[in-house]
């Protein structure tokens, strides 16, 4: 592991052992439902609420993750991740049933790229062997924390995106295997002074580029390094300003762009306005469909770039802006 210019980070070996998605009834309607391994037909899953609901499905995630690689908690040396409720409830609260060190993130959703960096690290320095990661968003529990109660019923814009209901947990691991996390940037706060909680897609545009620029500057690429650069979750406005932030600053390939508010709906069909949001948005897509197309060799290099709106309810009463971030990972198809 060595630090590359000023915000990247280069692994020597670090690798995704195993993957899981659990996915809410709206995420497994989509045109991505055929790649999650499991499924619920209801927003309680099963619970008496939509906590217990997203805790669950936490859990779910990890005790699948572990089968997959025929892990126990013996084997795990560290847990990281996050969510979206307040002092990140959610994992704290699903973790408890499991006997290991635990490293709490937020970074609204972009939790999955600094969760999947943070693991990263520990295991190049030498931490230990396996590392799991964490993350999930409940459309109920979010959208009542950070826009209105759902209970109101409050009228959407078009620009509003609808937060995924799903949870993803991988192992990170320096044991080889067929996906290898060789590139890390750690994006930097960007504020558009914009603040509309109801058009997040735009306000995370810019930091989604710059972390961009910044990951090719510092490791001297250009995109045509990558088959598929995924952002998440821009969705339909916040992608078309990405796109064009990147043209202004002579970034003229874009065919190889998508993003996981987009991939993760049918937005002609499905309710969902401009596409998807959340942090178990972009852990959808890319611990299933993105992971996948890499180990049957559709993908042979792609890089994630996470977003997150780093917004809170209480400050943008108070006419305060949104700042928003945006860290990446790159992942490689490897051999075992």
Aim: glycine residues 8%.
């Amino acid at each position: 592991m060595r630090k590359i210019g000023k915000n990247s980070i280069e692994f020597e070996n670090v690798f995704l052992r195993a993957t899981s998605t659990v996915a809410g009834p709206k995420e497994s309607k989509g045109p991505l439902g055929k790649y999650f391994d499991v499924h619920f037909n209801d927003s309680h899953c099963g619970q008496e609420n939509w906590e217990q609901a997203e805790i669950k499905m936490q859990q779910m995630a990890i005790d699948l993750v572990l089968e997959k690689a025929g892990l126990n908690m013996k084997n795990i040396d560290a847990m990281v991740g996050g969510d979206l409720n307040n002092q990140l409830a959610i994992t704290n609260y699903a973790l408890r049933a499991y006997d290991a060190p635990y490293l709490g993130v937020f970074a609204a959703c972009s939790t999955c790229t600094e969760s999947l960096i943070v693991a990263s690290n520990l295991i190049d320095a030498g931490y230990g062997e396996n590392v799991v990661t964490i993350t999930s968003s409940h459309n109920s529990t979010s959208e009542r924390q950070f826009r209105y109660p759902t209970e109101y019923g409050g009228q959407k814009p078009n620009s509003m995106t609808s937060t995924t209901t799903g949870a993803g947990s991988c192992i990170v691991s320096r044991v080889p295997s067929s996906i290898k996390i060789i590139r890390a940037t750690l994006g930097k706060i960007v504020d558009p002074e914009l603040s509309d909680s109801q058009d997040m897609g735009r306000t995370m545009a810019p930091a989604a580029a710059s972390t961009l620029v910044t990951h090719l500057q510092d490791f001297n690429i250009t995109t045509d390094e990558y088959d598929l650069i995924l952002t998440g979750d821009l969705s339909k406005y916040g992608s078309d300003i990405f796109e064009k932030i990147v043209n202004n600053v002579g970034i003229m390939r874009t065919d190889n762009f998508n993003d996981a508010g987009l991939m993760l709906y049918d937005i002609e069909k499905q309710h969902v306005f401009a596409g998807g949001s959340g942090c178990g948005c972009v852990t959808l897509v890319t611990l299933s469909y993105v992971i996948n197309a890499l180990r049957i060799g559709i993908y042979h290099k792609v890089l994630i770039i996470a977003t997150g709106a780093l917004m809170n309810p209480i400050m943008v009463a108070q006419n305060e802006t949104i700042p928003a971030i945006a860290h990446a990972i790159a992942l490689e198809r490897s051999f075992e």
